[in-house]
């Protein structure tokens, strides 16, 4: 049920515009409660949420609301009376409070005209609510003796304290996110590389040929009378993108894609091809010093054309492939492809000519914790790498710190993500992978559920985040909301990760 509520002030019979006032009543518990009408958008059923870190017990979650990104808050939570499942009858009942908040309630009662004479003030009067959240009382209304009028503002106030300040002190900023991280001198004897796998076997492109990295489309067009090696044509963001198996490019055994499955967006010459992988693993920084050319007698082999040089991590145990992007689009198959693509997008050019530019959009590297999705701008990232099987704990280290790791020759601390955001711990798996930023000047690494993809969002779509708590308010001040995709990501401030206290406890733990 969705129930607009912005109806006109009532008549009385004679036409004349009566006095009384509408209040929504509606039951927590075994109590009755009510809300002047005014401010009252609408009343809906309890909308799926997503869970935000660093709030307040109380809050449920962002959802969705027509684009719109809307907080779902518990007033059972916020009265301390026992949780219990939403069912049929459970509504949100969404108030106008400066920006829409969705409050749940066990059950919506009536619209009620009240005249003044039964409208109380709490003075004096007691009860199971602390009086200091009403407004009112209504006496002999809707078959009840005593209806107790909320007032929202004050249980906004007490719940999420402080915030009225933070939002004006940082609304600029939130407004735009600038590029915190911190500008370290370029290592010239450094690669960066996005790896992935295919059969089992691990590959790498140069970051700099990577435009994102993007999921499996639900769709995909095939194209006719094409190559083995293409998969066909998919559509991202109103631009068609040929689709190439690596899988069947290398002649590997075939296998279904699922939900691991990775397009990696690959750049170069001004086109753009779909890289088709099992899985991305990770960006790796690697020093030149452990890049060999492929060798002499592989290179002469047409079938490994493709891979022109190999990557040794782990002192040799861990070897990577290279793949030339040049060489691979020069393939008969990849060229076809594109050329039968190019007549596809010829009968587009008038939409796609009207593409947002770059400056209309933001890259992030998206990755879960727990149940939700992150996102952190992707110049934020130095690098992402698997997690070693042993950290070295330090002792009488602050609790957060889950250990540190040689990373090259240098320290690096490392930090479990959930525990940071006071979410449930998780047992180490293959997933998970340690992302590294620099904070203050101090290289960090941050553990996560598993990062998934390099995303362009458009900038109309991210907003700025409900004001539910100093921390999440600093650390995750925005929210890119990507309606069509149900999909909600909570975008991280890399530089709110740590503290000013933390930064130093990490500086002494790892001294």
Not at 55 to 67: E, K, M, T, V, Y
Not at 101 to 107: A, E, I, K, N
């Amino acid at each position: 049920m969705n129930t607009n509520l912005n109806q006109p002030p009532q008549e009385a019979e004679d036409g004349e515009v009566s006095d009384a006032r509408q209040f929504v009543t509606f039951l927590i518990g075994d109590d009755v409660f009510a809300v002047d009408m005014a401010p009252v958008q609408e009343i809906i059923r309890v909308p799926a949420v997503v869970r935000v870190p660093l709030a307040p017990s109380s809050l449920d979650g962002l959802s969705n609301l027509r684009g719109k990104v809307l907080p779902i808050i518990s007033l059972r939570r916020i009265f301390g009376i026992t949780d219990k499942s939403y069912d049929d009858s459970t509504r949100a009942i969404v108030i106008d409070m400066g920006q829409p908040l969705g409050f749940v309630v066990d059950r919506v009662a009536s619209v009620i005209n009240v005249e003044p004479e039964k409208i109380e003030d709490v003075a004096g009067i007691k009860s199971t609510i602390n009086s200091d959240l009403l407004v009112g009382i209504l006496k002999n209304v809707s078959g009840h003796s005593m209806v107790m009028v909320l007032d929202f503002n004050k249980i906004i106030a007490n719940e999420f304290s402080g915030i009225e300040s933070l939002i004006r002190s940082v609304a600029a900023q939130q407004l735009g996110m600038g590029d915190n991280a911190d500008d370290d001198d370029e290592l010239f004897d450094e690669r960066q590389l996005v790896s992935f796998s295919v059969a089992s076997q691990e590959y790498a492109v140069d970051i700099a040929h990577v435009q994102e990295i993007v999921q499996i489309p639900e769709s995909i067009v095939h194209v006719p009378k094409a190559d083995t090696h293409v998969l066909g044509i998919m559509n991202l963001r109103d631009r068609l993108l040929p689709l190439v198996s690596l899988r069947s490019l290398f002649h590997l055994p075939t296998q279904p894609l699922d939900e691991r499955s990775r397009v990696v967006v690959v750049a170069l010459h001004g086109m753009s091809v779909g890289v088709v992988t099992d899985s991305v693993s990770e960006v790796l920084r690697v020093p030149l010093e452990f890049i060999d050319p492929i060798p002499p007698l592989l290179a002469k082999d047409a079938s490994l054309a493709d891979i022109t040089q190999i990557c040794r991590l782990q002192q040799g145990k861990r070897i990577v492939s290279i793949i030339s992007t040049e060489n691979m689009f020069k393939h008969s198959a990849v060229a076809q492809a594109i050329q039968d693509t190019d007549q596809m997008i010829d009968q587009a050019a008038e939409s796609d000519s009207s593409e947002p530019l770059d400056d209309d959009e933001e890259q992030m590297v998206v990755f879960h914790l727990a149940e939700g999705e992150f996102g952190v701008p992707i110049q934020s990232v130095q690098e992402i790498v698997r997690i070693p099987d042993e950290l070295t704990h330090v002792p009488k280290a602050p609790a957060f710190i889950e250990g540190v790791i040689n990373l090259r020759g240098a320290v690096l601390p490392v930090i479990d993500q959930r525990k940071r955001l006071g979410m449930p711990a998780l047992e180490r798996n293959d997933r998970q992978r340690i992302m590294v930023f620099s904070i203050n000047g101090m290289r960090t690494g941050f553990i996560v559920d598993a990062v998934t993809e390099v995303l362009k969002v458009p900038k109309k779509s991210i907003e700025a985040s409900p004001k539910l708590s100093l921390d999440q308010a600093q650390l995750l001040g925005r929210v890119a909301n990507l309606e069509l995709q149900k999909r909600m990501i909570q975008l991280i401030d890399p530089a709110y990760l740590l503290d000013q206290q933390d930064h130093k406890a990490l500086a002494d733990a790892t001294a």
